[in-house]
C-alpha cells in the first residue's frame, strides 16, 4: 500500500510540475518567436502541447485510482531570453527529470495502465534530452551564430 500511496503521490507531482513546465514552454515559444526564432518557437509551443497531454492523462489515472487531484503551486521559474541559455537549463531539467522518473516507473511496475503511461512520458523526456544535447554539440560545432541562423 506505501508504494501506491508514493506512485499517487509521484502522478500529481508529474501534474504540477509538469503543468508549470508547459507554460514555461509557451513562455519560451512566446520569447523565441519575438526574436525571429521561429524554429525554436514552433519547437517549444508543440512541446507544451504535449505536455499538456502528459499531464491530462496522469490526471485521469489519479481520477481513476480513486485519488484526490490537487492544483498546487510551484516557486517560480526561470525565463531565458538567450536560447542557447534555455537548452543548458531545459536540458538539466531533463536529465534531473529522467533520473526522477525511473523511481516512479519502478513503483508502478505492477499497475500496467500507468506504467505504459509513465514508459510513454519516460520516452518523450528522453527524446527531448538527446535533442537538447545534439543542439549544444552543433552549437559547438558551427557556432553560436550559425546555429541561430538555422532557428530562423
Known sequence: ME????LLEGLQFIV????????????QSKIFAGKGYTKLAE?????????RDYVGKCIDRLLDLG???KLECKKEAP???????WIKYDLQISKNGLQWLKTIIELAKDDYTTYDILIDYYKDEEEDL????????LI???GKQN???RQM
Request: net charge negative; no cysteine; hydrophobic share 40%.
Open 130 to 137: 538527446y535533442w537538447g544535447e545534439q543542439q549544444l554539440e
Open 79 to 85: 525565463v531565458y531570453y538567450d536560447p542557447i541559455e
Open 147 to 149: 546555429w541561430i541562423l
Open 67 to 69: 485519488a484526490e487531484v
Open 140 to 142: 559547438e560545432t558551427i
Open 16 to 27: 504540477t510540475n509538469l503543468a508549470q513546465q508547459a507554460d514555461g514552454h509557451v513562455i
Open 3 to 6: 508504494n501506491n500511496v508514493k
Open 43 to 51: 519547437k517549444y509551443a508543440e512541446h507544451a502541447v504535449e505536455e
